[in-house]
């Protein structure tokens, strides 16, 4: 497989550096970080970015993603238009799989009506029923309003030992090779995706499961001194999130050899061309 890294959206939130830890000193910046994985049978993208409908109508995103996040929207950024910046006919995306259902991550599913969209099941039912304020403040229904090919994965179905993680291989075989990771907290049911990375090893893109690179790794960089407030306030169960935060640092210390770990919106995770993994990436080889 070939895996390609994009930057579906550019959000600039208030606070810069001393919030988010990259961006200007004011303000930040935030990166949608997803994958375009090309198989023998097709495309399978994992999360989207905003999409071409949020790019025409900013409105769909709701005020307080506006406001906090702050995106530039460019119909250059949405996956629809990268996907055939590199060639491919978008009809060739069989499918998407997403780490949850928030709209800087799912915005774009809209622009694959043929595609299977995978999702746990947990996700997708608060989703399209959302049970609590916060939730029904969370998720827009505007994305999802052309009735997607939805697949549910079940988080309690898990039956593969990854690495210490429970994990669900994404079927049907054409879109094999690809495995959802339960990772609670950030949202109902939240879940990172595993990717074999064409060299041997595994990819593991953890969504919004931390935003900082500094956070996942405390060997690392010093984080950034407003990112927990910054992550408690979006978690939907802080304690659920803190408990994958330190599983995943477990993971990255342990497993470097074996498995990259990259977030949704630190830009230093992103591999672009050009723009080779850092240096300091204790996660390894790039995909």
Same mark, same amino acid.
């Given at each position: 497989?070939?895996?390609?890294?994009?930057?579906?959206?550019?959000?600039?939130?208030?606070?810069?550096?001393?919030?988010?830890?990259?961006?200007?000193?004011?303000?930040?910046?935030?990166?949608?970080?997803?994958?375009?994985?090309?198989?023998?049978?097709?495309?399978?993208?994992? #999360?989207?970015?905003?999409?071409?409908?949020?790019?025409?109508?900013?409105?769909?995103?709701?005020?307080?993603?506006?406001?906090?996040?702050?995106?530039?929207?460019?119909?250059?950024?949405?996956?629809?238009?990268?996907?055939?910046?590199?060639?491919?006919?978008?009809?060739?995306?069989?499918?998407?799989?997403?780490?949850?259902?928030?709209?800087?991550?799912?915005?774009?599913?809209?622009?694959?009506?043929?595609?299977?969209?995978?999702?746990?099941?947990?996700?997708?039912?608060?989703?399209?029923?959302?049970?609590?304020?916060?939730?029904?403040?969370?998720?827009?229904?505007?994305?999802?309003?052309?009735?997607?090919?939805?697949?549910?994965?079940?988080?309690?179905?898990?039956?593969?030992?990854?690495?210490?993680?429970?994990?669900?291989?994404?079927?049907?075989? #054409?879109?094999?090779?690809?495995?959802?990771?339960?990772?609670?907290?950030?949202?109902?049911?939240?879940?990172?995706?595993?990717?074999?990375?064409?060299?041997?090893?595994?990819?593991?893109?953890?969504?919004?499961?931390?935003?900082?690179?500094?956070?996942?790794?405390?060997?690392?960089?010093?984080?950034?001194?407003?990112?927990?407030?910054?992550?408690?306030?979006?978690?939907?169960?802080?304690?659920?999130?803190?408990?994958?935060?330190?599983?995943?640092?477990?993971?990255?210390?342990?497993?470097?050899?074996?498995?990259?770990?990259?977030?949704?919106?630190?830009?230093?995770?992103?591999?672009?061309?050009?723009?080779?993994?850092?240096?300091?990436?204790?996660?390894?080889?790039?995909?």
């Amino acid at each position: 497989m070939t895996v390609h890294h994009l930057d579906c959206a550019t959000m600039c939130p208030i606070g810069g550096r001393l919030l988010i830890g990259s961006g200007g000193p004011l303000v930040g910046r935030l990166s949608a970080h997803c994958l375009l994985v090309e198989g023998d049978r097709g495309l399978t993208l994992v #999360d989207t970015g905003f999409g071409t409908a949020d790019v025409a109508d900013p409105r769909r995103l709701g005020r307080t993603l506006r406001a906090a996040a702050r995106p530039r929207l460019a119909a250059a950024t949405t996956a629809l238009h990268q996907v055939r910046a590199l060639g491919h006919d978008p009809r060739d995306v069989r499918h998407i799989v997403l780490t949850h259902l928030d709209p800087d991550h799912a915005g774009g599913i809209g622009d694959f009506p043929h595609a299977r969209i995978h999702v746990l099941a947990d996700e997708l039912r608060a989703a399209l029923a959302p049970p609590t304020r916060a939730e029904r403040d969370r998720y827009r229904a505007a994305q999802w309003a052309h009735g997607p090919r939805w697949a549910e994965h079940r988080a309690d179905a898990a039956t593969e030992d990854w690495f210490g993680f429970g994990a669900i291989p994404v079927q049907p075989d #054409d879109a094999a090779g690809f495995l959802l990771v339960p990772l609670p907290g950030h949202s109902r049911g939240h879940c990172g995706v595993a990717v074999r990375d064409g060299a041997g090893g595994w990819l593991l893109h953890c969504g919004d499961a931390y935003f900082s690179r500094a956070d996942s790794d405390p060997a690392g960089p010093r984080r950034p001194p407003g990112l927990a407030a910054f992550q408690r306030l979006a978690a939907l169960d802080n304690r659920g999130r803190l408990e994958t935060l330190a599983r995943l640092r477990g993971l990255r210390r342990d497993h470097a050899g074996e498995v990259r770990l990259i977030c949704a919106h630190d830009p230093a995770d992103l591999v672009l061309p050009g723009h080779p993994p850092r240096a300091d990436d204790r996660g390894g080889r790039g995909a």
